[in-house]
């Protein structure tokens, strides 16, 4: 069985296993995600819909799991991937980005003086 459901209802069974050791809001995220699927959605929209509310519930165990780390060397190791991730990522669309933005400039500028005499 896979695919989100499956996930969900292996990730409540293991907060089940561990809800004495776990915050009040992290059983809580877990649990409104391993039910936002019900019932299962008919047609794109309604997945979409499903998907919106599943990607912050996401987000905010990620940033539970992170805010709880310990700051030893793995957690800095974590953290110096993630500004690498980003710097990368980064540097891949921002000259993109801005050889767009002045490509635009030159041409709005060639359009407004050929109006002018």
Known sequence: ????PANTARLLYCTTQLRDRISLDNWHT????AHAHEPAPQDIEAALMILDQVLPA????AGYAFDDMT??????????????GVWRSS????PRY????????????????????
């Not at 996401?58 to 165990?61: K, R």
């Not at 540097?91 to 921002?94: A, C, G, I, N, S």
């Not at 801005?98 to 002018?116: D, M």
């Open 98 to 117: 801005w050889r767009g933005r002045r490509r635009s400039a030159k041409q709005r500028w060639v359009h407004s003086s050929k109006w002018v005499t």
């Open 58 to 61: 996401c987000t905010a165990l």
């Open 91 to 94: 540097h891949q669309w921002l």
């Open 1 to 4: 069985m896979n695919g989100l």
């Open 30 to 33: 877990v649990q409104r995600l």
């Open 71 to 84: 700051r030893d060397d793995a957690w800095r190791f974590l953290v110096t991937g993630r500004r690498l």
